[in-house]
């Protein structure tokens, strides 16, 4: 069986080393790259399953390096940075980024991170026209949600809020992100007005809308879909 292959993009040899360990002990191959220039070639010539990407590169910004990746790469990258700050978490996530991770980190942590990006990019199916999450299930083609065996009256809007997070279940989308994919450009501040339909929306499809199951707030940053 083929091993799923993984680059890494960071300009610590001491980093990559105890990444490659870590990977090479658990199932995985692993390519690795100490510059962004050398970090897209390397994904250029042979793209890997996922990427691991620093943001703290020595030739340029590893936001530039991902913004460039996603012209044309569509699997997972896994962000890593030593800095926590929300403004460096809303910029990768907005570039693209898969997942963020920050430095220093729990080798079991990450593990666990790469294997669910890979599993989600796995079973992501761009022609799936309904998408089941517990006992909920969205259809698609014909805007039908339920859940269970009722169906969920929903406003055009808290529809297309919901199928903008089931499209990216398992992700984090940013307050701005989805402000501009749901409202537009012009609402990309409105983080208030985002909340008040998330409270609508969880009142209609949660068991507990004080304790949700599919739409999990991540402070300070947005929501991710389970």
Request: zero cysteines.
């Amino acid at each position: 069986m083929n091993k799923p292959e993984i680059l890494i993009i960071d300009d610590e040899p001491q980093i990559r080393r105890l990444l490659q360990i870590s990977l090479e002990s658990n199932q995985y191959k692993v390519f690795q790259a100490a510059t962004g220039k050398e970090g897209i070639i390397t994904a250029a010539n042979h793209p890997p399953q996922l990427i691991l990407l620093d943001i703290g590169l020595p030739d340029q910004s590893g936001h530039e390096v991902l913004q460039q990746l996603r012209e044309w790469y569509n699997k997972p990258i896994i962000v890593l940075s030593v800095s926590d700050g929300e403004a460096d978490i809303i910029s990768a996530l907005d570039s693209g980024a898969t997942d963020y991770i920050t430095k220093p980190f729990r080798s079991g942590e990450l593990l666990a991170r790469i294997r669910s990006a890979i599993r989600r990019d796995q079973n992501t199916n761009p022609n799936e026209s309904v998408i089941n999450s517990g006992n909920l299930s969205i259809d698609l083609v014909y805007r039908i949600v339920k859940r269970g065996e009722e169906i969920i009256r929903l406003t055009s809007t808290e529809y297309n809020l919901l199928a903008l997070f089931a499209k990216n279940e398992g992700k984090v989308l940013t307050h701005q992100y989805i402000l501009k994919q749901v409202w537009g450009v012009g609402y990309q501040t409105e983080t208030q007005y985002l909340r008040v339909f998330v409270a609508q929306l969880r009142k209609k499809i949660e068991e507990n809308p004080h304790n949700p199951e599919h739409i999990v707030t991540e402070s300070g940053v947005g929501y991710r879909f389970n």
